[in-house]
């Protein structure tokens, strides 16, 4: 049976996003030079982090997007919430999965306006924009409200913030939620104190890291 992530508007749209991606490494490398060697990103605010990587698309990489795929055709999830948006590319391989599995709902959050509106683009011309809702903001604004308790969260935004949110969404956390983080080795300061949380005995999650492009983080929540 074919799977709509094969579609050849869907291939298109994908073709097209990570070919721009491939340009990352000249515009991270003006992101670190403004950064600055004696800043991190978690001297920056969401705000200012978004301005300075406006154009960076930072996307999952192939791999992480056929992962994530499969592990949302396998959970079924009803609702999935993802934390950064950029350019859609994340969203799409999640909305093809709600797609071939008949059901399921995308609700995903990003700071910068020309991002979320890109995105927005990107998902219509692959045909998905039915299965996901775009909200532009704050995700501690914009993720305040949900429809209904989360089957799997993408955390793939700032590093320093995944904590903090997870924090504020772990009462909508389904039993057996899935939740992924993205880029854990790529910012391993920024990111340790969410592996410690998720590592800890008694905060509710069974995990494992998974060294595919920039590492991710994969937990089960009790």
Not at 98 to 118: F, P, V, Y
Request: net charge negative; no cysteine; glycine share 8%.
């Amino acid at each position: 049976m074919p799977i709509f992530l094969q579609d050849e508007a869907v291939s298109a749209v994908l073709d097209r996003s990570f070919a721009a991606a491939e340009n990352d490494a000249i515009t991270l490398d003006a992101f670190r030079s403004t950064v600055g060697p004696d800043r991190t990103i978690g001297d920056f605010t969401a705000v200012e982090l978004a301005e300075l990587a406006a154009d960076v698309y930072m996307p999952v990489s192939r791999e992480v997007g056929t992962l994530l795929y499969l592990l949302a055709r396998a959970n079924r999830p009803a609702l999935t919430v993802e934390f950064g948006t950029s350019y859609g590319i994340s969203a799409i391989h999640l909305a093809a999965a709600a797609r071939d599995n008949g059901a399921g709902r995308i609700i995903t959050t990003e700071l910068s306006a020309t991002k979320a509106k890109a995105a927005a683009g990107n998902l219509a011309e692959a045909g998905l924009d039915a299965f996901v809702e775009i909200r532009t903001g704050d995700a501690f604004e914009t993720l305040r409200e949900l429809p209904g308790p989360i089957d799997l969260l993408l955390l793939d935004g700032w590093n320093q913030l995944y904590l903090p949110l997870l924090r504020l969404l772990e009462p909508r956390l389904a039993p057996g939620a899935l939740i992924v983080a993205d880029d854990v080795t790529l910012f391993p300061a920024e990111t340790r104190d969410y592996l410690d949380y998720v590592r800890t005995p008694g905060n509710g999650y069974t995990g494992v890291e998974i060294p595919l492009d920039d590492g991710l983080d994969l937990a089960l929540r009790h």
